[in-house]
């Protein structure tokens, strides 16, 4: 799962992603409104977390040119302010849910969740292939009725691949959207992880799901889970 954030609180940025990257995010970063709008239009992002008070371009502002442009992620707005006339201000200008500074980490995390959870036309609440499933919210994966025990980033890449279901994804493809925008690692990390997870998806159960496509990449075949 890939998420933007956009503060100019470099400690909380920072924070934020030690935590979200150890839940198993992929994590793209902005400390202003004007990159934190063009990294939203530029990257299909799974949730965008924006605070209001930002130079170059407020969260207000930036939330209301993002919806305009048809970009769907959910956001989640932070604010210092907790007036309600705040809350109201950010979900009129298109945000999903709203939350005021500071907060807990585990209510954050909660936030995250639930606006997964609640799914909608992209982003639907289970994700299934053949008897494949996998519930991003509770970040449990299953096989027929048997749990299928996955790491963090063994789930972010099987939901990447389960929401693009049959499509041939190349490695640049998987890095840019499971690890995150600015990896420059090995590239090679991407068949580490394949090799985990058909491990734990596949062999176990007799499938052949996860395939390789020589010189283009992976892809999840459903007829093949």
């Known amino acids: 799962m890939r998420i933007l954030v956009v503060d100019d609180d470099a400690a909380l940025l920072r924070a934020l992603r030690r935590g979200l990257e150890a839940e198993?995010?992929?994590?793209?970063?902005?400390?202003?409104?004007?990159?934190?709008?063009?990294?939203?239009?530029?990257?299909?992002?799974?949730?965008?977390?924006?605070?209001?008070?930002?130079?170059?371009?407020?969260?207000?502002?930036?939330?209301?040119?993002?919806?305009?442009?048809?970009?769907?992620?959910?956001?989640?707005?932070?604010?210092?302010?907790?007036?309600?006339?705040?809350?109201?201000?950010?979900?009129?200008?298109?945000?999903?849910?709203?939350?005021p500074k500071p907060f807990s980490y585990v209510v954050l995390m909660a936030r995250l969740r639930a606006l997964v959870r609640r799914g909608g036309a992209r982003t639907p609440a289970l994700l299934a292939a053949g008897d494949?499933?996998?519930?991003?919210?509770?970040?449990?994966v299953w096989r027929g009725t048997q749990i299928v025990e996955v790491t963090p980033r063994q789930l972010s890449l099987l939901e990447f691949l389960m929401r693009r279901s049959g499509d041939v994804l190349s490695k640049r493809e998987i890095l840019d959207h499971v690890w995150d925008f600015a990896y420059e690692g090995d590239p090679n990390i991407v068949e580490v992880y394949v090799r985990q997870l058909r491990l734990r998806i596949d062999e176990?159960?007799?499938?052949?799901?996860?395939?390789?496509?020589?010189?283009?990449?992976?892809?999840?075949?459903?007829?093949g889970g």
């Open 24 to 99: 198993g995010f992929a994590v793209d970063t902005a400390g202003d409104g004007t990159e934190g709008e063009w990294l939203a239009r530029e990257n299909p992002y799974d949730v965008v977390v924006l605070d209001v008070m930002l130079p170059g371009r407020d969260g207000y502002d930036v939330c209301v040119r993002l919806r305009d442009a048809g970009v769907d992620a959910p956001v989640l707005m932070l604010t210092a302010k907790n007036a309600v006339s705040d809350e109201a201000h950010a979900l009129d200008t298109g945000a999903d849910d709203f939350l």
């Open 132 to 140: 494949l499933t996998l519930d991003p919210a509770a970040h449990r």
């Open 204 to 223: 176990p159960f007799g499938r052949h799901a996860l395939q390789t496509v020589r010189g283009a990449g992976y892809r999840l075949d459903p007829e």
